[in-house]
Every structure is written in C-alpha cells, then in structure tokens.
C-alpha cells in the first residue's frame, strides 16, 4: 500500500514520532491529496490526550486540512488534478440515514466516520492530516474558492463551521445581540461571522490584550468576565451566546444575560462534559441550551463560499512541524490558530 510521512503518537503519553502511514489504493471514487497545510484544533489534544477514551493509537491527528489534488479515482466527477481542497472533521458515514439525506452528516445515525481515530467501513483506522498526503471519497472532500489563502482556509474547515453552522440556524442578523464567550481559535472566527452577518457582537473573555483585536474583527465591545459589574449590567441583554470556551461554565449565570428567548450555543468540547443548571433559568424567560457540532458537508462549502464573499479567513501562526509539540503544550497562546506548514514534514 502507499505510505506517507507523518506525525504519529505511537501510545497515550508518548512524543510524537515521525513515521510513515499507509494509505489506502485509490477506489473509483477517491482523491488523492497533496497536504499543504493542516490546523491544530483543541480537539487534536483531547484525543492524543484520551481525554474522552476510545483513542485509536498510533494516532495521526489533524482534521483542517487543505491542499492540491494529485490524483482522483475513476468515476470522480468533481474534482481534478490541481483542484484546491480541503477536508475538514469527516470522511465518511452511512449516507442512507435522514440526516445524511439532508446534508447533515454529522449526525448520520450510525455516526460519522472521523477523520483520524475512527474505525473506517473496510475496518481500518484514519490517521488525519499531519501528514504529507490523504486519500478521501470525493463525497467529503470541499473545494476551496481562489479567493481564500490554503493556510487561513485550513481552520475554516472545522472551527469556522462548527460556530457559522449554530450562527445561521439561528438566522443571526441585523438587530441581534450576539455575545461570544471566549475568542480563541473558534471565537475569534465568531466574531467575525456573527459581525458580517449584521449583529452586534460583545466579546466576552479574561484576556483584556485581545480587545484591540476583538474590535478590528467587527465586536462593538469587550467586556472583561471577571468584572461583575460589567456583567451586572448585561442581565437579559443578549439573544444570542455563544460559547466557545472548552471549560465547565457557571451555566446559571450566563444563561441570566439573555433576554426572553434567548439561546446559549455550546461549540466548545470541554475534557469533562458533565455540566448542571436551574431549570427556572431557563423557565425564567423561556431560554434554551442547545449544542452544535461542526456542520455537513453541504454547510461546510457554504462557510468556505461564505467566508470568501467577505474576505474572513482564520487569523493564524503557521509554524513548521517540528514546532508542533511546543505547540501543543501552549495551545491557548496561538493568535488564534497554529496551522502546520505541512512541506516541513521531513522523511522518516
């Protein structure tokens, strides 16, 4: 089988190695990626971390991925050799269930195929995108617009998804209040999208050095979480939150800053999932708690094409891969997103 170079964790605990993987021969159906540049998402370190179990070692991660198309199978109709693509959080699922029917693959009944640490249909495991090339059906592979750069396009294919996805159900406009609870990779994406959509934007964080930042990318304001009195005068203010923060909240107390409707998002994947709240916070005003996990293929295209009209592609530090350990262990520090410059991948 094919074989290309790519950082592995070999065990839980483990330094990452550089390896080589196989790939799978090319079907009818699949095309051959030339990886350029992949994200380090937070999801990345959940699983090389085994926070949530079930991690597939060795594990390849990596599921923001954009590059060249080298080769496509025979009855590939989309794609061609040069195409700019990407693959983004999927890479399969039962495409006959009702969400697969209605573009929402992410919820496919069977559950989607991830792009790294997931038993495939033939019984292999993925390996993700820190890795010189991929092999994926045309199916989940997304075409990249001439207008966005491959290596702020990269974090697009998972973080900008995962928060223009809740953003446009929720038909974020003109005269909404949108309040983004933490801007890191994923945040600072919803600012973005939530201002260019119509809405006014309150950023709300612990980082007051990311307010200057948080105004250039559309927020009308910052407002420090730590400041009660600042909260204070949020009561019921917003009809939009959305959370992006990977950590357990106090779900009583921001639930309190949305006014009579409103909507708390949860996007962020925090190692321990269990969280509580009143059930009168939410009977208070008739608010909801909902989650939201990445978006379908379809919607998936819409956020690139989305984000090209309009000029929002991920703020980003590309680093080479041999920077990636340092930066796994200072995740929270990136400017919004390390992207791995994949061409430094050396040979094993």
């Known amino acids: 089988m094919p074989t290309t170079p790519a950082l592995s964790l070999p065990a ?9 993987i196989e790939r799978r021969p090319l079907r009818a159906n699949d095309v051959r990626i030339d990886i350029a540049f992949c994200g380090i998402c937070h999801t990345d370190l959940h699983f090389g971390h085994d926070d949530w179990g079930g991690t597939f ?19 590939v109709t989309a794609f061609a050799p040069g195409d700019r693509v990407g693959v983004g959080c999927m890479v399969g699922s039962c495409g006959k269930c009702a969400p697969c029917a209605a573009g929402e693959e992410q919820y496919c009944v069977e559950g989607f195929v991830k792009t790294y640490s997931a038993r495939d249909h033939d019984g292999s495991v993925t390996q993700g995108g820190y890795s010189r090339s991929i092999v994926v059906a045309e199916h989940f592979v997304l075409r990249i617009p001439d207008a966005l750069e491959l290596d702020g396009a990269a974090p697009l294919l998972c973080a900008g998804v995962t928060v223009y996805s809740p953003l446009r159900r929720l038909r974020t406009g003109a005269g909404m209040r949108v309040g983004v609870l933490g801007m890191g990779g994923l ?33 009308a304001r910052f407002v420090d979480t730590r400041d009660n009195g600042q909260l204070a005068g949020l009561t019921g203010y917003f009809d939009l ?24 998002v949860n996007v962020g994947a925090p190692a321990d999932p269990v969280a509580s709240y009143n059930t009168f916070s939410l009977l ?53 997103r390390y992207v791995i410059d994949i061409a430094t991948l050396g040979t094993p």
């Not at 839980?12 to 080589?20: C, D, N, S």
């Open 241 to 264: 939150l959305l959370n992006t923060v990977p950590a357990p909240l106090d779900l009583d107390a921001w639930l309190g800053l949305l006014g009579l409707g409103g909507t708390l």
């Open 57 to 75: 070692f060795p594990l390849v991660p990596g599921h923001e991925i954009t590059g060249v198309v080298r080769e496509v199978g025979e009855a």
């Open 187 to 219: 945040g600072h994406l919803g600012v973005k999208i939530a201002a260019v959509m119509g809405a006014e934007v309150t950023l709300l964080g612990r980082s007051p050095e990311k307010r200057d930042d948080a105004l250039a990318f559309g927020a």
């Open 12 to 20: 839980k605990g483990a330094p990452f190695t550089l390896t080589a």
């Open 284 to 336: 208070a005003a008739r608010r909801g708690i909902v989650g939201s996990s990445i978006g379908g293929i379809r919607e998936t295209q819409e956020t690139l094409d989305f984000c090209a009209r309009h000029g929002i592609t991920a703020e980003i530090e590309r680093i080479p891969a041999a920077r990636v350990p340092q930066a796994w262990e200072n995740l929270s520090d990136a400017r919004y």
